[in-house]
């Protein structure tokens, strides 16, 4: 698969470095393009239409941001357009959908490069007046300043003029090409620079002087034009590849449901008589979660009733068993009292202490979003530690995100449940695995969610999802053919 929207910040970032396009001596330089664009401020600032002219200090040397064309000179943004704000509807009062004619274009419509027109809302007439003045118009450049910080784009034409959030912000620009500014401010280069400008306070915010200061590089204005007419005619051929590249995820999943289906109805794998009849699994589960419940290791939980057939999701071959999660599984929540780690207290050495950001849906991935636990903060952990082979489950937030775990020692975070089954064996983890992936998996999920705006389970009722359960045999059957099928549609 091809990372298209890594390529496409790459090719920006080379657009930025001057490196897509040949200098040509006949388009001036970057330092006449700016001291044409400064004296048509000093004259629009004499004619009343900008106001509170600027002039920011020059870039020195030791702020450039990384080497550009002798043409093109580092600029402040703040010294070649003026950024305004936008305003909030007041306080106790609502947009309408009502058709007003005094569109409102909210964060939630900005995207990256254009804002999304399909049910917008409006200004109710009786409150316009209080905000007229706060607009955006489709020569402008909008930057996001709250919320999803640093997004930049242009305004449709079909809502040019309308009401700005405060969320956002309007620039004002002179003798630039519009579409190599936001292609300027969309780079990974500026994008940094945007977030370190940021103020970190609890709900983060981009204050136009910030803006006013960042430092960008400015290319002759043909330049800017051959750069955007590169770009137009690459990143239409990377979507493409992005939708056929989607188009075909969508059907691998949709094929991988239908197998993962089909498998845990026994429909993949052949029945065979010497398996090992299901009941003396089931026995052996159940002297093994007495063990552990004598040995301290898990509490002593009531045996769930037997699901009654009227229950049974689906037929199931006749040497399979239906039975609750718990009825093979030991589920363990983490530790959540005194001796919880503070985030600001893990690091990326020590013992791992996983949540669904570490989950991949096969194991949990160590990269650079894995935290760690220090061996005295594990120590004091009551619950929640992981083995090798543990399945674990997110059941808060992103429901039902599931992984292996490969490494001999760790911890879950608040948000996970650990699935251990009780006589320890792979194979029976490794068809839960299997199980996770199925639509009867996701149709518990529904049944149990407790249907708040965080999405949560309770470990209880995980405990009584229900799972057709094979001999451990015909469960490595399985497992192997569901690997074997998938490994087949993706070469």
């Known amino acids: 698969m091809i990372d298209t929207q890594s390529l496409r910040g790459k090719i920006l970032d080379r657009a930025l470095h001057g490196e897509l396009t040949k200098q040509l001596s006949e388009d001036g330089t970057g330092a006449q393009l700016y001291q044409e664009i400064i004296e048509k401020r000093k004259e629009l600032s004499k004619t009343g239409e900008i ?3 600027k ?13 550009i064309p002798q043409t093109w000179k580092w600029i402040r943004l703040g010294n070649v357009s003026s950024i305004y704000g936008g305003k909030r509807i007041p306080a106790g009062r609502k947009l309408t959908t009502e058709d007003t004619g005094h569109k409102y274009i909210r964060v939630s419509e900005m995207k990256n490069e ?3 027109v399909e049910n917008m809302l409006y200004v109710p007439e009786d409150i316009y007046p209080t905000i ?11 930057i996001t300043v709250a919320g999803t910080i640093g997004k930049v784009g242009k305004i449709p ?3 040019d003029g309308s009401n700005l959030t405060e969320n956002a912000d309007r620039i004002v620009f002179e003798m630039i090409d519009q579409d190599w500014l936001i292609s300027c401010l969309s780079s990974s280069e500026i994008q940094k620079e945007i977030s370190l400008s940021t103020t970190q306070v609890a709900q983060p915010k981009l204050a136009i002087k910030r803006i006013e200061d960042l430092i960008i590089p400015l290319p002759p204005l043909n330049e800017q034009k051959r750069m955007v007419q590169i770009l137009n005619q690459v990143f239409p051929v990377l979507d493409t590849i992005n939708a056929l590249q989607n188009q075909y995820i969508s059907n691998r999943e949709g094929l991988k449901s239908k197998l993962i289906d089909a ?6 794998t052949e029945q065979l008589p010497e398996d090992e009849n299901v009941a003396c699994t ?13 040995s301290g290791e898990i509490r002593k939980k009531k045996i769930l009733p037997e699901i009654d057939e009227s229950e049974y999701p689906f037929d199931i071959p006749q040497n399979w068993k239906w039975v609750h999660i718990s009825d093979v599984w030991a589920i363990i929540n983490g530790d959540r009292g005194k001796n919880y780690p503070a985030k600001s207290t893990l690091s990326h050495e020590g013992i791992p202490f996983i949540s669904a950001l570490n989950l991949d849906g096969t194991t949990v991935v160590a990269d650079d979003e894995l935290m760690c636990l220090s061996d005295e903060q594990y120590e004091k952990l009551g619950s929640g530690k992981l083995r090798k082979g543990d399945v674990v489950v997110c059941i808060r937030g992103s429901l039902g995100k599931h992984g292996k775990y490969p490494f001999d020692k760790g911890a879950i975070a608040s948000s996970l449940i650990i ?6 064996n792979d194979v029976i983890n490794d068809y839960l695995m299997v199980y996770l992936d199925s639509q009867l998996f996701r149709d518990e999920i529904e049944k149990y969610n407790g249907g708040s705006a965080q999405p949560n389970l309770a470990a209880e009722s995980f405990e009584k999802f229900r799972i057709p359960f094979p001999p451990v045999d015909e469960q490595l059957r399985i497992v192997s053919r569901v690997n074997e099928l998938l490994e087949r549609t993706t070469e």
Request: overall charge negative.
């Open 55 to 67: 002039k920011l200090p020059e870039v020195t040397e030791d702020e450039k941001l990384f080497d």
């Open 157 to 159: 034409e079909e809502i």
């Open 419 to 424: 699935a251990r089954n009780y006589i320890q």
């Open 51 to 53: 106001k509170n002219l």
């Open 282 to 294: 089931i026995g052996d589960l159940l002297e093994g979660r007495k063990d552990l419940v004598n």
């Open 263 to 268: 498998a845990i109805q026994g429909k993949l």
């Open 132 to 142: 007229s003045q706060y607009i955006i118009n489709k020569e402008d450049v909008y």
């Open 114 to 116: 254009t804002v999304i």
